[in-house]
T-cell receptor
Framework: AQKVTQAQTEISVVEKEDVTLDCVYETRDTTYYLFWYKQPPSGELVFLIRRNSFDEQNEISGRYSWNFQKSTSSFNFTITASQVVDSAVYFCALSEAGYGGATNKLIFGTGTLLAVQP | DAGVIQSPRHEVTEMGQEVTLRCKPISGHNSLFWYRQTMMRGLELLIYFNNNVPIDDSGMPEDRFSAKMPNASFSTLKIQPSEPRDSAVYFC??????????FGPGTRLTVT
């Protein structure tokens, strides 16, 4: 069965600190996709990144970086030099390859609330 | 390009009334998803369509919920009759073959 676990319910940091959000997933498929979404206080869900199961290369985008390790079934997200605007709920999600190559549903973790204090 | 459009943004209704939520996906996207977000259950998929055809409706809570996608640019989620436990934020998302799903702003439904 598919499952995404975000063990950290809430994290509070002071501005400019680095913070890592953990994500552990379970799937029996060999082809799958992992995602991170951001939900700011305004409520919308903002796509941040997608990784394919066959590409374990880590990725950096500005202050954001992602560490994908198949050996530990983890896809962790690090924010460097956090800012108040980073305050949001962050969701990790898993999707298996869909029917006929179509996009399949997302299985979401329970989210981590990040509060960045000034 | 416009993102996913949902209407209404907020809906307050009385128990027993019919509620219709609407979604316009991003032009060119061939998959459409309806999710529900509650404090108790988090984000969960209700139903999704590929090329206007329902593929997986296993998340639809019960017969009171129905969804349609009559064409590539429009979908509805209907609740009849509504109940207080249906109160939630309902998100519509769309995707092309790239697998990323782009979400609309959501409809906050309150059933009193």
């Amino acid at each position: 069965a598919q499952k995404v676990t975000q063990a950290q319910t809430e994290i509070s940091v002071v501005e400019k600190e680095d913070v890592t959000l953990d994500c552990v997933y379970e799937t029996r498929d060999t082809t799958y996709y992992l995602f991170w979404y951001k939900q700011p206080p305004s409520g919308e869900l903002v796509f941040l990144i997608r990784r394919n199961s066959f590409d374990e290369q880590n990725e950096i985008s500005g202050r954001y970086s992602w560490n994908f390790q198949k050996s530990t079934s983890s896809f962790n997200f690090t924010i460097t030099a956090s800012q108040v605007v980073d305050s949001a709920v962050y969701f990790c999600a898993l999707s298996e390859a869909g029917y006929g190559g179509a996009t399949n549903k997302l299985i979401f973790g329970t989210g981590t609330l990040l509060a960045v204090q000034p | 390009d416009a993102g996913v459009i949902q209407s209404p943004r907020h809906e307050v209704t009385e128990m027993g009334q019919e509620v219709t939520l609407r979604c316009k996906p991003i032009s060119g996207h061939n998959s459409l998803f309806w999710y529900r977000q509650t404090m108790m259950r988090g984000l969960e998929l209700l139903i999704y369509f590929n090329n206007n055809v329902p593929i997986d409706d296993s998340g639809m809570p019960e017969d009171r919920f129905s969804a349609k996608m009559p064409n590539a640019s429009f979908s509805t989620l209907k609740i009849q009759p509504s109940e207080p436990r249906d109160s939630a934020v309902y998100f519509c998302a769309s995707s092309s073959d790239s697998y990323e799903q782009y979400f609309g702003p959501g409809t906050r439904l309150t059933v009193t």
